[in-house]
């Protein structure tokens, strides 16, 4: 008997080591935590020398074309000498447009400085001719500089947003800071939830802002732009998607009505014009259509036909439109607007899925001449979550494609637009027309609010693409859009804020598309002399500033030894940021904060060092601005946002550099216990420059304080981590000496706990003649010891923890009540009771060196040994199931101790899973989240957790059904075998 009973033991707990062993495993590959170097393009601008701004000569146009696109862009020409400061002389201005290509804009400048004459090869080339005349002057360049020299544009292709244009500047919709919805609201004064749908009034006031913009850009050398819609103007006639009363399809009728003479417009200034959507674009009639027919399966060609009639239907009632712009890494309600019954769903995920979609629209594309513009961006979402940045991943879902009609369109950079990036090897391979997308507002680098000038990495980015891709057209430049729109500053292009500061880079994207080699550090001078000043010294100056911008960005915003690596986690790459994240939102999880310690625990003073630097170079910023002459600024309006924005770069990077060294000397000490003076000291220096910054700028619109929320809740985490390892060393010391007066003593609670958690099987034996308040000590030591440790664990801070895990002990109480109702329940309560105690024994004595910090950080950056605690917490909590079988087993049978069993799993886990169904998971790992503190926080704030990490939501409905089955097969072991013997049998009995 004493052997069978070892070798029982001796099967369970390597069973359970084998499970606690595949639990780590798991763990293990879905972490995936790794990190590489990478190549990170070396920037080195310069600023342009000194030199006298050229007055431009009065100019009277002698003879032009007279359509509509050349007499702009004279009008552009005219507007350029009326705001220069003076001019010298006069000169005449002859304007021919060939009959060649109109898709060329190439022209030749011929004459002289004072009689001087535009050949273009086309109306095309005259208007580009007159736009780049336009630009000499507000550079202070001679009119003549390119005299003789034939001028073409490299990249024939050139697009932006829609910029601001009908975006209403509602500084309500902006004054809470926290509206993380990417939607730009666009158009929302025209749009009517009801007939006619849409407002006249307000669309011909929107229309005015759309061509300013467009005047704008077109100035700046672009010719395509992208605009939001494409579901709106579908009616699908024909296919009985909407009912014949669905208002529906009055509404887009009305809405082709109303926006398509909009577009036909810009189409006739000279911006070729594309939809843009994402895929799957949705209306509630549409998402039941498709789910009836085909299942919502995104593979299936005949969902795709559908859409592909969708776009037959626009480009017929709208033939000006060039094509479509499609994304599919990105959708959900944080892109949707609310009460608009359009949204979009992140349904194509796997590679068959993109080629059937690819296939059906670029037949479309092919029919009514108009391109797929197809972007590779993605989020880690399904198969093709890294096409983006993996070219075995973009050769898997593109190769094979082929049609001219298709246009890959990927980000400059091996991830989102970050700096600490390699540039996006992708962009070198495959066969189809290929644009490269540049962002000049860089949501990740405060909305374009400081100086941030990316001619260098994006001269280095374009010479090298072009070297390696012969099929790189374009260019796509995002001038205002880009995560949130009003969790930042207020600035939108050509309205509000001080705009011209990121405007820089679209001029940039423009000037570098048409000549790549053009010299960076002069376009950005001829920017400061069209905005700010004519004087060479203040030009100068300011290209100082400007020189120096890329240093402080990316020092300030980013820790260096950490950003410099390419990190996997979770099967996604995280950004380079990561403690801002995203945007303004300043992290406090210790996920990020433990992982970018322990990258960068062996440079940790060059990481601490980096941020003081980068105040320093912010504030040689600020004061090399201050030092020019006020006289000399054409608008002391202008000059005093270039002031504010530095002195809030100033202000936020030693709010950032003093976090920086807090969070990193709270790493340092959960790592090695060293350093929580130096701890302390940072945390009052954050205390007080954070409360500063928020009293400075916290309902500033232009200046937006940062987020810091889950910053101050990282914090006070980290200020109890050591009273909580105190509590938890006091914990464990009083649970070992109650445990050594259970060896020590032959009876009493003590030793009934430690015998009857050692040996449940003998749980009996152990429990005999013990007295009432033994009895209920029995209950009772343990319960506080549970509570007690797990209050420890969660910093006595996460009642949501506290909750569901409690959930799992409920269970187990509750069946082990009923399961002895009639019978001596003591030795159960003690035998569990004991296993209980070794478990909390576990845990105090992982949270007693360095509190619930310490334990996280050595889950998240040592596998080894969070490897060794999960096969021992494994067998902990399975030793306790076991002590629940062994200790039932003699009053009530194996078959109904193995069904009480069950009933614990079962039970468990359908209260979890109804409890996470009701409250909804999303909502349930938010609340869990922000009082843990162990993701960052703005995951739930963005796509969500469940979306971020690829969490089915259906997972609470699964759970749930799991507990009904477990508790179905609890209730079938459990009930009272029937009598099979004869009757015969039983009389003879």
């Known amino acids: 008997m004493r052997s069978a009973r070892i070798l029982q033991v001796v099967l ?42 050229v007055a431009p000569p009065r100019i009277t146009v002698t003879s032009a074309p007279d359509d509509r696109r050349t007499q702009l862009a004279l009008r552009e020409l005219e507007s350029a000498v009326a705001d220069a400061p003076e001019t010298r002389g006069t000169a005449t201005l002859r304007v021919v447009a060939g009959g060649g290509d109109d898709a060329s804009d190439t022209y030749t400048l011929r004459g002289s400085a004072d ?188 969902l795709w036909d559908v859409y592909a009639q969708g776009f037959r239907e626009v480009y017929a009632a709208m033939p000006w439109l060039a094509g479509v712009v499609i994304r599919i890494g990105e959708a959900g309600p944080v892109y949707d607007l609310p009460e608009w019954d ?10 068959p899925a993109v080629r059937a979609m690819l296939q059906a629209l670029t037949e479309v594309g092919e029919e009514t001449d108009t391109d797929v513009v197809f972007r590779s961006w993605s989020v880690g979402v399904g198969a093709v979550g890294d096409m983006h940045t993996n070219p075995a991943s973009y050769a898997e879902v593109l190769d094979g494609i082929d049609s001219e009609h298709l246009v890959v369109s990927t980000k400059y950079t091996l991830g989102d637009f970050y700096s600490h990036l390699p540039l996006n090897d992708t962009l070198t391979q495959g066969e189809h027309r290929r644009i490269i997308e540049f962002q000049s507002r860089r949501e990740f680098e405060v909305f374009g609010s400081i100086p941030n000038d990316l001619g260098v990495i994006y001269q280095q980015a374009l010479q090298r693409f072009l070297t390696a891709n012969p099929r790189i057209e374009g260019v796509w430049t995002w001038t205002q859009d880009g995560g949130p729109w009003r969790a930042g500053p207020m600035s939108l292009m050509l309205t509000e804020g001080f705009w011209q500061l990121y405007d820089l880079n679209t001029q940039l994207a423009a000037r570098l598309a048409r000549d790549p080699d053009v010299d960076v550090a002069e376009v950005t001078a001829d920017w400061a002399r069209r905005w700010f000043s004519t004087s060479p010294t203040t030009v100068a100056l300011i290209g100082e500033v400007m020189a120096a911008s890329r240093e402080a960005v990316s020092t300030g915003l980013y820790i260096g030894p950490y950003a410099d ?40 003073d060059e990481a601490i060092a980096e941020g003081e630097h980068a105040v320093a170079v912010a504030t040689r910023m600020r004061d090399t601005l201050a030092a020019t002459d006020p006289a000399t600024w054409r608008d002391p309006a202008l000059r005093n946002a270039f002031v504010d924005s530095l002195a809030f770069q100033v202000d936020l990077f ?21 350093g929580r003076e130096e701890w302390a000291a940072a945390r009052d220096r954050f205390t007080s420059v954070a409360a500063n910054h928020e009293r400075t700028y916290g309902s500033d619109l232009d200046h937006p304080a940062f987020n810091l929320t889950p910053a ?37 609670a003590a030793r009934a706990l430690l015998a009857a958690g050692l040996r449940p099987w003998r749980a009996a034996d152990a429990v005999a003649g013990l007295t009432r308040t033994q009895r209920i000590a029995l209950l009772a030591v343990p319960v506080l010891a549970l509570v007690g440790s797990r209050l420890v664990l969660i910093w ?42 070794l478990r909390c024994l576990l845990l105090l004595a992982v949270l007693a060196p360095r509190g619930p910090g310490g334990y996280w950080f050595s889950f998240w950056t040592e596998p080894g040994v969070r490897t060794a605690y999960l096969v021992v917490a494994a067998l902990g909590w399975g030793w306790v199931l076991a002590a629940l079988v062994w200790a039932l087993a003699p009053q009530v049978g194996v078959r109904r101790a193995v069904a009480a069993l069950l009933a614990v799993l079962g039970l468990g886990a359908a209260a979890v899973g109804g409890l996470l169904a ?40 699964v759970v749930l059904a799991a507990g009904a089955v477990l508790l179905v097969l609890a209730t079938a072991l459990a009930l009272p075998r029937r009598n099979t013997r004869s009757p015969a049998e039983v009389l003879a009995a």
């Open 712 to 748: 101050r809740i990282g914090m006070e985490r980290a200020e109890r981590d050591l009273l909580m390892a105190w509590l938890a060393r006091i914990g464990l010391v009083v649970l070992v000496g109650w445990l050594a007066v259970g060896v020590v003593r032959r009876r009493g």
């Open 565 to 604: 690596l390419r990190v996997r986690a979770l099967g996604l790459e995280p950004p380079p940021m990561m403690w801002i994240f995203e945007w303004d939102i300043l992290t406090g999880d210790s996920a990020v904060l433990d992982i970018i310690y322990s990258v960068s625990r062996d440079r940790l």
């Open 796 to 837: 006595f801070a996460a009642p949501t923890h506290l909750l569901v895990t409690g959930l799992g002990w409920l269970a187990l109480a509750a069946v082990t009540a009923f399961a002895v109702r009639r019978q001596n329940a003591w030795p159960v309560v003690a035998a569990l009771g004991g296993s209980v105690l």
């Open 918 to 957: 009701g409250v909804g998971l999303e909502q349930a790992l938010t609340a869990w989240n922000d009082q843990m503190s162990l993701l960052p926080w703005g995951l739930s704030r963005i796509l969500g957790i469940t979306v971020h990490l690829g969490i089915p939501t259906d997972l609470p409905v």
């Open 12 to 53: 369970v707990l390597a069973l359970l080591a084998g499970l606690g062993g595949t639990a780590a495993w798991a763990v293990g590959g879905t972490l995936a935590i790794s990190t590489e170097p990478v190549d990170v393009p070396v920037e080195d601008p310069q600023p342009a020398p000194a030199r006298p701004h």
């Open 115 to 302: 009689d001087l004459r535009i050949d273009g090869a086309s109306t095309t080339g005259a208007v580009r001719g007159i736009y780049d005349l336009a630009e000499r002057v507000r550079a202070g360049r001679p009119v003549a500089q390119d005299l003789g020299r034939e001028v073409t544009s490299r990249l024939p292709f050139r697009m932006v947003d829609l910029g601001a244009a009908g975006v209403e500047p509602d500084p309500d919709q902006w004054a809470s800071g926290d509206d993380y919805s990417h939607i730009s609201r666009a158009f929302e004064q025209v749009i009517l939830p009801d007939a006619p749908y849409v407002d006249a009034d307000a669309l011909a006031e929107a229309r005015t802002s759309v061509l300013a913009y467009a005047e704008h850009v077109l100035a700046a050398g672009y010719n395509a732009i992208a605009v939001p819609g494409f579901l709106e103007y579908v009616t699908f006639d024909g296919l009985g998607v909407y009912g014949e009363d669905d208002d529906h399809v009055a509404r887009a009728e009305a809405m082709r009505e109303a926006f398509g003479p909009l577009w036909r417009e810009l189409d006739e200034l000279g911006l070729d014009v594309h939809l843009r959507t994402d895929m799957l674009a949705l209306s509630t009639p549409l998402a039941a259509y498709l789910e009836d027919r085909f299942g919502t399966d995104t593979e299936d060609a005949r």
């Open 342 to 351: 359009y949204s979009s769903a992140l349904e194509v995920r796997t590679v």
């Open 654 to 674: 030693e709010l950032l550099a003093s976090y920086r060294t807090m969070v990193l000397r709270h790493g340092r000490w959960l790592d090695t216990g060293d």
